[in-house]
């Protein structure tokens, strides 16, 4: 019996590999054109990408026809190649760089040689194509940008890289590729899919026609169209209110979440990243480092919140019943707590409304330490204050769609034991967080998202910006309730102290007629750190804000850096943007005038010198200082005044 086991078990592995053989060389046939065979050319048919509207059907992007020469460095023969250099306009050092990196790529598949030529560059090498053999032309599709707003929103398109292709077979050299915005978020929906042509080479390498009569041939898939939930006409206004400026604007619709506005100053013209200058510009729009064009200050910055963070102050110390609508605190131009946190307000007795809408330190101090110190243990304290925080959508990803973002920052008891090893909190020690001025960072969406969620008296969607996908179903994520820790109850006395700060407080001469709107205004303190120095930079400029009172249509947030104060520039901005949403005119032609005219480049460049002091003059870098100083206390007390 063993001695017929091991003839039988040589046996059997016989037939099995013969048998796989003979299937992988005649009946598979797949195999064939997985493999690099010199008789079969594999020719990819490249679709269109999908088309992008705004949420009112404006046609966004769009496409444009785009030629690449490719190579295949083992066809290669004898070519003029002083001709083939002059007709494309590259130097005989450029032609070997570029087969060599091909080479590299594969000696036997195709690689792209020169992208992206127009149609009368097209016209001239195609005419003498045949003499060049080893290189063909491949018909692509290039975006074709129909407005000039909204680059950070929409990425751009660019040639995968090695580290792609290592990860994605779908993709191969020359391939294009969706970065950032929905480009890249929305990259496999509206890329569509790729055809394939297989051609049968004779022995003189030429196509002499379709292989198995073109049997293992697929037709190309165009890309999905993107329907946008930007209200274009909104997002052109925001771009030009924020010329000269530097800074973010985002407007949502608190009843669905959806982005209306994503402005991010300054910024670019899209159509800078196509075509063959695409490399080029991208390089000088990476290497600004002053302006940052490419720094979507929208989704990724990060600024302390300033005063509008009073409202989630008020908001919880109602919830935690430590203050409400009646309690009374006095202001002495601000207040002692354990060190004075001084405030513009002056000699006053105030209560919640008249506290949110004169924007008192004093009355949210003293509601911030009552709320810290109403349970023993101080940590406690702090995580309870944190999660109310949190539940507004601060301090976290709000699972945009979009493919970047901050978290921010909301500190709680494991920030605080680091920094005080573990001793007892008091709440004067972080005092300033009740006025957003702590450790409290937000970003400009983090801020509208806020807005929405008391707009909606307690409850938020995550913003996004596509609102259609042609033939698919939104992901649910977007349309799922997210809700706050505070009761409703407790935000129509705030909301009321909002629509006052129109009526009687620190926004009264922004109100339009017509339309009740709830806003915040915000001063944040702003300071740099150069070569070990600390200097005092001009605050913020924030507001936040919310509109019509009743069945709210658009909640927004506007940062302007170095803005002086909320209601100098974020504030006509935001009432500007709220008038041209709902009315889609404007009658306040003063503020519009005032803000699409007006500039802060002057504040920029005293910043840029200090940034780069050691390349000027000492003596200008502390002129430059001594003057912001003034300018700072000037503005300081024009604000009081106001």
């Excluded at 990803?397 to 034991?417: A, E, H, Q, R």
Aim: net charge positive; aromatic share 10%; hydrophobic share 35%.
């Amino acid at each position: 019996m063993r001695k017929a086991l091991l003839p039988a078990v040589i046996i059997i592995t016989s037939v099995i590999l013969i048998a796989r053989i003979f299937y992988l060389q005649v009946i598979d046939e797949n195999l064939k054109l997985q493999s690099e065979n010199n008789a079969i050319k594999k020719v990819f048919d490249f679709p269109e990408r999908g088309y992008i509207y705004d949420r009112n059907g404006k046609l966004l992007v769009a496409n444009q026809p785009s030629y690449d020469i490719m190579v295949v460095p083992r066809e290669i023969k004898d070519i003029d190649t002083t001709e083939f250099c002059s007709l494309l306009h590259i130097t005989k050092a450029d032609f070997i760089k570029k087969v060599e990196k091909a080479r590299v790529y594969s000696p036997m598949l195709p690689s792209v040689f020169l992208s992206q030529l127009n149609k009368a560059e097209y016209a001239a090498f195609q005419e003498k194509e045949r003499k060049f053999e080893g290189f063909y032309t491949q018909k692509r599709s290039l975006r074709d940008y129909q407005v000039k707003e909204g680059a950070n929103i929409f990425g751009f398109i660019t040639q995968v890289n090695e580290a792609i292709l290592k990860k994605n077979k779908y993709y191969n050299s020359g391939d294009l590729i969706g970065k950032q915005g929905v480009e890249q978020q929305y990259e496999e929906i509206l890329r569509g899919v790729k055809g394939v042509k297989y051609l049968l080479r004779d022995k003189h390498n030429k196509i002499i026609g379709p292989y198995k009569e073109g049997k293992f041939d697929t037709i190309a898939q165009q890309g999905k169209d993107l329907t946008l939930t930007i209200d274009h006409a909104l997002q052109q206004y925001g771009t030009e209110l924020m010329i000269n400026k530097r800074g973010g604007i985002v407007a949502i619709e608190p009843k669905t979440g959806e982005i209306l506005a994503l402005v991010s100053a300054p910024t670019y013209d899209p159509a800078l990243l196509v075509g063959r200058q695409r490399s080029k510009n991208f390089t000088a729009l990476y290497n600004d480092s002053i302006s940052k064009p490419l720094y979507d200050r929208s989704l990724q910055a990060t600024y302390p919140p300033g005063s509008p963070f009073k409202i989630v102050t008020g908001l919880i110390g109602l919830q935690e019943e430590v203050i409400d609508e009646q309690t009374t605190f006095y202001c002495n131009h601000g207040a002692n707590f354990g060190r004075f946190m001084k405030c513009h307000c002056g000699l006053h007795t105030l209560q919640l409304n008249n506290g949110t809408y004169k924007s008192c330190n004093s009355y949210f101090g003293h509601t911030y330490k009552r709320t810290i110190e109403k349970y023993k243990d101080s940590y406690y304290s702090v995580d309870n204050w944190a999660n109310h925080v949190k539940s507004f959508g601060l301090g976290q990803f709000l699972g945009t769609d979009m493919p970047i973002g901050t978290k921010g920052l909301v500190p709680d008891s494991k920030l605080y034991k680091r920094v005080y090893n573990g001793a007892k909190i008091r709440s004067s020690y972080i005092i300033s967080n009740s006025i957003g001025q702590g450790e409290v960072l937000t970003s400009p969406i983090q801020l509208a998202n806020m807005m929405a969620a008391v707009a909606n008296e307690g409850y938020y969607f995550t913003p996004h910006i596509v609102k259609k996908i042609k033939g698919q179903n939104l992901d649910k994520k977007y349309t799922t309730k997210h809700y706050t820790t505070i009761d409703k109850q407790y935000f129509e006395p705030i909301i009321q102290g909002m629509e006052d700060v129109y009526n009687f407080g620190t926004a009264s001469g922004l109100r339009v007629e017509g339309i009740k709107i709830c806003g915040k205004t915000g001063t944040a303190e702003n300071k740099i750190r150069v070569a070990g120095k600390t200097y005092q930079l001009k605050d913020h400029s924030i507001f936040v804000a919310f509109a019509p009172r009743e069945n709210p249509k658009i909640a927004l947030a506007v940062f302007i850096e170095n803005g002086y104060w909320g209601s100098r520039w974020a504030g006509p901005i935001a009432t500007l943007m709220i008038e041209k949403y709902l009315n889609g005119k404007i009658s306040r032609k003063d503020l519009e005038d005032r803000m699409l005219n007006g500039s802060i480049e002057d504040e920029y460049r005293k910043i840029e010198n200090i940034i780069f002091q050691r390349k000027v003059d000492p003596t200008r870098v502390q002129d430059s200082l001594n003057k912001i100083n003034v300018e700072i206390s000037e503005a300081k007390k024009e604000e009081e005044e106001n």
